[in-house]
């Protein structure tokens, strides 16, 4: 079986701040793991996904998240907000069962101040 | 040239009745989801196929019934709509083994 848990429904950071979203995963496979993001009223955007190549992964727009086995992590960062980055946060788990479903965390919702 | 498209954006019906929303997608994908989003923005996956072949059916009452008439197209049909219903649904596609999905932009169904 497998999960993913984001540990904040709620960031809130000031514009030109580092971002931290962070995400822990359980899985019985090597994991592959995503994060995607989804702006009001819009579908859900790629953002990086990690598959077992280099664990230090870079997305789109600035973001990159390591994976670290160790703590079961995968938690994405930016080094400035911009205002942009508004948005929903989802951390999501492949299920490799030959299923190819994605579990997806409860989300985390990116405010960014001025 | 959208993606992945569906119709309609939104949807607002009685209880009891029958609908259904449709999904295009024009990337040459083999594999096309459903995607329920409740309120409190939890996403779960509701179906899957592939190559027109049903390969995912998650505990969905069988009031939903989706149906896909070729690899470029995956309907949702729901009978006698209740009120949990209401979500935003998205549908999605894929191709083979990349799991990069590429999601519509949902229908937000409202039961009154």
């Known amino acids: 079986a497998q999960s993913v848990t984001q540990l904040d429904s709620h960031v809130s950071v000031s514009e030109g701040t580092p971002v931290l979203l962070r995400c822990n995963y359980s899985s019985s496979y090597s994991p592959s793991l995503f994060w995607y993001v989804q702006h009001p009223n819009k579908g859900l955007q790629l953002l990086l996904k990690?598959?077992?190549?280099?664990?230090l992964v870079k997305g789109i727009n600035g973001f990159e998240a390591e994976f670290k086995k160790s703590e079961t992590s995968f938690h994405l960062t930016k080094p400035s907000a911009h205002m942009s980055d508004a948005a929903e946060y989802f951390c999501v788990v492949s299920d490799l069962a030959g299923r190819r479903a994605l579990t997806f965390g409860s989300g985390t919702r990116l405010q960014v101040q001025p | 040239d959208t993606a992945v498209s569906q119709t309609p954006k939104y949807l607002v019906t009685q209880m009891g009745n029958d609908k259904s929303i449709k999904c295009e997608q024009n990337?040459?994908?083999?594999?096309m989801y459903w995607y329920k989003q409740d309120s409190k923005k939890f996403l779960k996956i509701m179906f899957s196929y592939n190559n027109k072949e049903l390969i995912i059916n998650e505990t969905v009452p069988n009031r939903f019934s989706p149906k896909s008439p070729d690899k470029a197209h995956l309907n949702l049909h729901i009978n006698s709509l209740e009120l949990g219903d209401s979500a935003v649904y998205f549908c999605?596609?894929?191709?083979?083994?990349?799991?990069?999905?590429?999601f519509g932009s949902g229908t937000q169904l409202s039961v009154l």
């Open positions: 990690y598959t077992s190549a280099a664990t």
């Open positions: 990337l040459g994908h083999d594999t």
């Open positions: 999605a596609s894929t191709r083979g083994t990349n799991e990069k999905l590429f």
